[in-house]
């Protein structure tokens, strides 16, 4: 076994693949044909380029189980077109005047065949907040706010499978709401968050206040929490809430592999981007660039997987180490000295080496490449309960972690115009397209649109999708520069800073 896993971990060293696919899911066999040849793009009335969405099909049957976002409207032959590994159609919600919360735009293309179907999900939803009943049995006064709504975006792109990404598009905003319900009174009240929520009736064996014992002198001060960290750790709790139920249905609902989650909540005046994988959000605010996210990767969050490494050994099974070094290591190297790093330090220093180092890198590779124990290529998401090293029985996820790093924009602080956007996109968008490129876009877009169309953010989701799967060529699907284009599955939410309420909404 220990020589299948040397093997792989040589192969994903030395091979000269197209960076910009990580291994997910199985490939799909026999999908490597030429694509056919690009479609011109009309012009629009007003002379500005319209983006053409439909794209070549092929007759095939209908697939087993497959499933796009419902806001998409997909018809039988939507959902064929939509399956397409060789014409790639880019789908968007229809335009009959039923949009997406928000003025939402939205893009999505299928990958050009490494896995069978688009493991990619989208969700967009307007949730309501109801306040649990007041569980200290004092009656609400009257005109009290029982409740408020929040807008909700989440993109979900799976791997070795679209179970898990399925699953959470359906959830994760109901765990959500569930963790918001305690705090419907709090958020709305400007006073600070209280300590302790009241029970009623009285929790069996808890002293009565008069009972319990006082602090001792020098004890610290309460801490200050913010509203605003409440929302987070809401948040943070119903991700952990999802990857749990995950756990316990991955069975008798299918949910296999896993997936990265970029959500954002809009709640009372507030963006909460909450990131856990590598897909990535940023603003483009008057032609400034505004990350709203960062990716985690093996190489990003090499010391918090080295240091889970270097206190739970028992983890590495004998087979890992958690050093890093610059190759791996040789036999004929024993006793001489090497450049290595461990979990405390960002520099390089000299070791003598020793027989333990010989064990495979827990972290191999580098850029896209980069694997953790030669078999997965993110280190924070949902999901993945299941998965091991290759041939063997040592499990990975005790190295992901479920929980998103959440960043918060507040809009009241800035007064946007209607070219000022959030961009979110799986790393279908981010392989292939940086963030000027991508602002480059949203200026050259929307200004061919008015300000008040509607349609003008769906047009640049297709507008960025387009961008990042290239045009068929004899060589693959390629960009502008003959660069090859993404490969991968590819989805892409703008949503308009000014939001519902608006003078150009």
């Known amino acids: ?16 693949g197209t960076s910009s696919q990580r291994s997910k899911s199985p490939d799909l066999p026999n999908a490597t044909s030429a694509p056919p040849a690009a479609q011109e793009t009309p ?30 409207q997909l018809s039988p032959g939507g959902l064929r077109r939509a399956d397409d590994h060789i014409g790639r159609a880019v789908q968007s919600p229809p335009d009959t ?48 706010n029982q409740g408020f709504c929040f807008y909700y975006w989440g993109l979900f792109d799976g791997h070795a499978g679209g179970g898990a990404a399925e699953m959470a598009s359906r959830l994760l905003h109901r765990h959500i709401r569930e963790q918001l319900k305690d705090l419907v009174d709090i958020l709305q ?42 929302v987070v750790g809401a948040i943070e709790s119903a991700f952990q809430l999802m990857d749990e139920q995950m756990a316990r249905e991955r069975r008798g609902h299918h949910v296999e592999g ?28 008057n032609g400034e660039i505004i990350p709203m996210s960062r990716e985690f ?22 087979e890992f180490t958690h050093l890093e070094f610059p190759r791996r290591v040789q036999p004929k190297e024993l006793g001489q000295r090497m450049l290595y790093r461990d979990q405390n330090m960002t520099g390089w220093a000299y070791k003598k080496i020793e027989l333990e180092d010989l064990r495979l890198p827990l972290v191999c590779g580098e850029g896209k490449k980069a694997r953790v124990m030669a078999t997965i290529g993110v280190t924070r998401g949902l999901g993945d309960h299941n998965l091991k090293v290759c041939s063997s029985t040592l499990p990975i996820k005790p190295f992901l972690s479920c929980f998103p790093e959440v960043r918060v924009y507040d809009l009241t602080q800035y007064e946007h115009c209607p070219d000022d956007v959030l961009v979110l996109g799986t790393d279908g968008l981010w392989d292939v397209t940086n963030d000027s490129e991508v602002a480059a876009t949203v200026d050259r877009v929307l200004s061919s649109y008015e300000p008040n169309d509607p349609s003008r953010y769906t047009a640049l989701a297709q507008a960025l999708v387009l961008g990042a799967r290239g ?7 390629r960009l502008p520069n003959n660069k090859l284009g993404s490969g991968d599955d ?7 800073l000014g939001g519902p309420g608006s003078s150009y909404s």
């Open 43 to 72: 012009k629009s009335p007003r002379g500005k380029p319209r983006i053409e969405v439909g794209g070549p099909q092929k007759t095939a049957e209908p697939p087993v189980s497959f499933s796009r976002p419902t806001f998409l």
């Open 258 to 285: 896993g997936c990265c989650a970029l959500v954002v909540v809009y709640l009372l005046g507030k963006m909460y981007v909450a990131n856990a994988g590598d897909s990535r959000a940023i603003i483009v605010r």
């Open 97 to 144: 005047g039923r949009r997406l919360p928000w003025s939402t735009g939205y893009a999505e293309v299928i990958n050009a065949g490494k896995s069978r179907h688009n493991e990619d999900q989208a969700c967009c939803e307007v949730v309501y907040v109801e306040s649990r009943k007041s569980i200290t049995g004092v009656p609400r006064e009257p005109g009290h």
């Open 189 to 230: 009240d400007p006073l600070p968050p209280p300590l302790c929520l009241p029970c009623s009736p009285r929790t069996p064996g808890v002293s009565k206040p008069s009972q319990l014992v006082s602090p001792q002198s020098g004890w610290s001060p309460q801490k200050e929490v913010t509203h605003d960290s409440l």
């Open 471 to 477: 045009i068929p060529r004899d060589r693959g699907w």
């Open 1 to 16: 076994m220990l020589n299948r896993v040397r093997s792989a971990v040589a192969h994903l060293v030395s091979s000269g």
């Open 297 to 318: 990767t093996p190489e990003t969050e090499r010391q918090r997987l080295q240091l889970l490494g270097f206190l739970k050994p028992e983890l590495l099974g004998g």
């Open 490 to 496: 590819i989805s892409v939410f703008v949503i308009p």
